[in-house]
Nanobody
Framework: QVQLVESGGGLVQPGGSLRLSCAASGIIFSTYSMGWYRQAPGKPRELVTT???????NYADFVKGRFTISRDNAKNTVYLQMNSLKPEDTAVYYCVAGQYANYWGQGTQVTVSS
């Protein structure tokens, strides 16, 4: 059974930072592309960033230069370092596994507010 468990969300002030983690089980993690989506209230889910099994990364324009995705294959974990957070980054952030987002975590809330 595939499980993706996100952690690290919370409340942060504008300009602050958070690091999300996603621990995966039930897959051969090192062979999977991983990524993060987000969904803000009243808006559709949107792709934030991906990282391939080889470590190649891709970012949505709205997070380029502020967010960094990384992976630790020894720990079966993918990370999302979020810096210079803005109120519009407020959303539930979901970890996904697979080239076509085959598997999803339950999500973790990120709120950026003063």
């Amino acid at each position: 059974q595939v499980q993706l468990v996100e952690s690290g969300g919370g409340l942060v002030q504008p300009g602050g930072s958070l690091r999300l983690s996603c621990a995966a089980s039930g897959i051969i993690f090192s062979t999977y592309s991983m990524g993060w989506y987000r969904q803000a209230p009243g808006k559709p889910r949107e792709l934030v960033t991906t990282i391939t099994s080889r470590g190649n990364t891709n970012y949505a324009d709205f997070v380029k230069g502020r967010f960094t995705i990384s992976r630790d294959n020894a720990k079966n974990t993918v990370y999302l370092q979020m810096n210079s957070l803005k109120p519009e980054d407020t959303a539930v952030y979901y970890c996904v596994a697979g080239q076509y987002a085959n598997y999803w975590g339950q999500g973790t809330q990120v709120t950026v507010s003063s």
